[in-house]
């Protein structure tokens, strides 16, 4: 009884996802088109992780006039400083551009915001906690890396699909892996938040998550296909979505409360981390149920003639 009280999917559901497949489909082109374009004009707003800067986190005894700070430093002529808070409103990150002449300019320009910072609030009302420093280099190196990790994960996804299923099942998970990895650039390039390593982590989590509810609608779809021989292949995908329904309401649903949670009160230090993966996992799961299961029917898979079945489109008993 109480399983059925908190039951948000009722069973013996009949939606017809493959009649709507044209409709996902244009919301697919939509994504897929305007995250090229956003990338084509806007590119993506790089973190220090990757193009090279400072990363000065304080904590003060006041609550400081953000507006104030940043005119104070923008007028020191390095570049477009950005001030977020860390924490709490006493807490701050303040993130410096790469500066021309090398180590010894970079170094002269952390003094610089030191100077001011000591200078607006008095001397020890400032606790500078940490300072990091990234070299040109190692932003360029930390850029090449990511590019290799994401293309290698989604290689090895689409292989171990193609090896466990067959080669359609590889090619549809290949699609919807390309689909939602384009959205959260696009998304990304559109907002211009910061894309930096913890980005990448999320693009790579969605990218588990979104093949890991793949494979469970091809294991239904396969395994429809051995029990319903004749079955046609629109009402397999309809049948396999729907009877994987109420899974994916209760995974997806719990994952984006415990999201938005870190969204809302973890700060602005990993917001670009939990918008990547808030957006992700709808993405993902929209490619998964529009996508990768609704290829199958295109790239011509059918039941195999040789599995056991009454040839009646009829369930073979166990």
């Not at 999320?202 to 396969?222: H, K, M, P, Q, W």
């Not at 004749?230 to 997806?252: A, E, Q």
């Not at 918008?275 to 709808?282: D, Y």
Request: with cysteine.
């Amino acid at each position: 009884m109480i399983i059925k009280l908190i039951q948000l999917v009722p069973d013996n559901l009949k939606i017809d996802f493959f009649g709507h497949r044209f409709y996902a489909f244009m919301m697919s082109l939509i994504i897929i088109g305007g995250s090229i374009l956003c990338l084509a004009t806007k590119g993506l707003n790089f973190g220090i992780d990757f193009t090279g800067g400072t990363v000065i986190e304080i904590a003060v005894e006041t609550d400081p006039d953000l507006v104030g700070m940043r005119e104070d430093l923008n007028a020191l002529g390095l570049g477009d400083i950005s001030i977020q808070e860390f924490g709490d409103a006493k807490s701050l990150m303040i993130r410096l551009p790469q500066q021309e002449g090398g180590p010894e300019e970079q170094q002269g320009a952390i003094q610089k915001v030191q100077d001011t910072l000591t200078a607006e609030f008095g001397e020890g009302q400032v606790d500078f906690r940490r300072t990091e420093f990234v070299g040109p280099q190692v932003g360029q190196e930390l850029k090449r890396d990511g590019l290799i990790a994401m293309i290698v994960a989604i290689l090895g996804i689409m292989g171990y699909i193609w090896i466990r299923f067959e080669w359609q099942y590889g090619v549809g998970s290949l699609l919807a892996l390309i689909h939602d990895v384009m959205g959260i650039l696009g998304l990304f390039s559109l907002t211009q938040m910061h894309f930096d390593l913890s980005t990448l982590a999320a693009i790579l989590l969605v990218a588990g998550y979104s093949i890991n509810e793949t494979v469970i609608i091809f294991d239904r779809i396969r395994e429809t296909m051995r029990k319903f021989k004749k079955m046609p292949m629109p009402d397999i995908i309809n049948y396999s979505i729907n009877s994987t329904l109420p899974r994916t309401v209760m995974t997806s649903g719990s994952t984006i409360l415990a999201i938005t949670a870190l969204w809302l009160f973890g700060g602005e230090v990993i917001r670009s981390f939990t918008s990547a993966l808030f957006f992700g996992i709808l993405i993902g799961t929209h490619s998964s149920y529009f996508v990768s299961a609704q290829s199958l029917f295109y790239l011509k898979l059918r039941p195999n003639p040789n599995d056991a079945g009454n040839g009646n489109g009829e369930e073979v008993a166990a």
